[in-house]
């Protein structure tokens, strides 16, 4: 039999409306997880804004809120999460040996990381860049002051390299004193032994205001030496869970863009007539869950649970908390900043 040209293009169009609807199929990790009843999530050992312990043993941070997110619009209860603490050197294997689901650990994406080590990148949740932090007895104003200084940097990071570069591209001649965990580097500088610390600013805004007797004493200088996009982390070849935590992140943006918060979800749903935030919330026809293998009002347990982006990133990190950053960079695109949303659509 001949099919005319006219009905193989309709046919061929046909199967490929089909193939572009039909719902996600369950990875190997998204099937572990439902499994299991929990997402493991790899977070850092202790970095006050980003993922911390308290002294109950709760977690909280804006890395944190990223597992909580997916957590409750995967399992639909943010609780139902497994935090395990990595240190810079470990993140990596406990990801690609399977010991966790996602690493939401403060680490920036770089083309190396990207092609060699079998994860993906998903979305940066925060726009940093690597800078010093000394002593203001110091008097040193500049990170080009810092010409054969010792520096304490944490090994198994791209500060460490960074670092390397910075004093050979300036002839300075720095001292690298170099440690594995986060804790020890830490009690290095504080203690003296190094003249500066260097990781990303946001992180020594941290150790600065959680670790020093008096974070007065303390300034990190202006100079950035890099660009660090930090974001969370999936084993690569699971596009169902990349997925997911794409979407979860980038809903979370898109939520803040349009004004859903915390405390208005349930009251924008009845009342907004904005399509946008329906299809955010489950609220009209359009179903953008059972593409990602969730149901209509994953988005909306995801922002009951953590709030905006902007909510999480006030809460944790912002000019009201103890870490004290600047939005910035951070602020959303129509406010100045680089957070530009993927159209949840």
């Known amino acids: 039999m001949t099919i005319k040209p006219n009905k193989l293009v309709a046919l061929m169009l046909a199967a490929l409306g089909a193939v572009l609807t039909v719902p996600a199929h369950a990875g190997k990790t998204l099937d572990a997880i439902k499994a299991r009843g929990q997402v493991v999530c790899g977070v850092n050992t202790g970095l006050a804004g980003f993922s911390a312990a308290d002294s109950t043993g709760k977690w909280s941070g804006l890395d944190v809120d990223v597992c909580r997110a997916v957590a409750a619009a995967l399992l639909s209860d943010a609780e139902k999460v497994k935090y395990v603490p990595l240190s810079a050197a470990q993140r990596f294997t406990a990801l690609q ?3 966790i689901d996602l690493l939401a650990r403060n680490t920036t994406f770089t083309s190396t990381r990207d092609a060699s080590l079998g994860l993906s990148a998903t979305v940066v949740n925060y726009y940093d860049g690597q800078g010093f932090m000394v002593t203001v007895k110091s008097k040193i104003k500049s ?3 810092l010409k054969g200084q010792t520096v304490c940097v944490q090994s198994g990071t791209t500060t460490e390299k960074n670092l390397a570069d910075f004093s050979k591209a300036n002839n300075l001649g720095i001292k690298p004193v170099v440690f594995e965990k986060l804790e020890a580097t830490n009690a290095a500088y504080f203690s003296g032994r190094c ?5 990303d600013a946001s992180g020594l805004a ?6 020093a007797k008096d974070p007065k004493e303390h300034v990190v200088l202006p100079d950035l030496i890099s660009k660090e996009p930090l974001g969370p982390m999936v084993r690569r070849g699971d596009d169902e869970w990349f997925a997911i935590v794409k979407w979860v992140m980038y809903g979370l943006l898109e939520a803040e863009e349009y004004g859903v918060t915390q405390a208005n979800v349930d009251a924008m749903k009845g009342s907004s007539t904005d399509p946008v935030v329906q299809r955010l919330l489950g609220g009209g026809n359009e179903d953008t ?9 994953w988005l909306a347990r995801a922002i009951k649970a953590t709030g905006n982006y902007g909510e999480s990133f006030d809460r944790n990190v912002g000019p ?3 870490v004290n950053l600047p ?17 949840v659509r």
Not at 195 to 199: F, K, L, P, Q, R
Not at 327 to 343: C, D, I, T, V
């Open 195 to 199: 003249i500066a610390y260097t990781t």
């Open 289 to 297: 869950g059972k593409l990602l293998g969730l149901d209509k009002e």
């Open 206 to 211: 941290s150790i600065r205001s959680k670790e």
């Open 97 to 99: 040996s399977g010991e």
């Open 143 to 145: 990170a080009k002051q």
């Open 327 to 343: 939005r910035g960079l951070n602020n959303l695109w129509n406010k100045g900043g680089l957070m530009y949303a993927y159209p």
């Open 320 to 322: 009201k908390s103890a």
